[in-house]
């Protein structure tokens, strides 16, 4: 069975850090590429970063450039989103996704590109 879980979230003041975790399990085909998305509060979901698993690069949103850093630790399957000097537009639900059957790297930030999604984890920056 197919599972991503995302888990980390949580409430952190402006020009604070977090750091959330995707666990994958049960893709016995793997996968191309892990992304990361946020849906802020009346906010359409939104691509915040991505990481090819097949070439290790990484690709992020302006919004988040030079604050997030994605990363992977392939013996325990799981992708991290370190989110530093966060500020109050960060909140959100964030999820992370995994594109299995094709990966185009132009398109990391659109959602119909990944085939797999967690259920969310609820990050609020807030003094």
């Known amino acids: 069975q197919v599972q991503l879980v995302e888990s980390g979230g949580d409430l952190a003041q402006p020009g604070g850090s977090m750091r959330l975790s995707c666990a994958a399990s049960?893709?016995?085909?793997?996968?191309?590429?892990i992304g990361w998305f946020r849906q802020g509060p009346g906010k359409e979901r939104e691509g915040v970063s991505c990481?090819?698993?097949?070439?290790?690069?990484?690709y992020y949103a302006d919004s988040v450039k030079g604050r997030f850093t994605v990363s992977r630790d392939d013996d325990k399957n799981t992708v991290f989103l370190q989110m530093n000097s966060l500020k109050p537009e960060d909140t959100g639900v964030y999820y992370c996704?995994?594109?299995?059957?094709?990966?185009?790297?132009?398109?990391?930030?659109?959602?119909?590109?990944?085939?797999?999604w967690g259920q969310g984890t609820q990050v609020t920056v807030s003094s």
């Open positions: 996704a995994a594109a299995v059957y094709g990966w185009w790297s132009t398109h990391w930030y659109q959602e119909r590109i990944y085939n797999y």
């Open positions: 990481l090819s698993v097949t070439d290790g690069v990484a």
């Open positions: 049960g893709f016995t085909r793997g996968y191309y590429a």
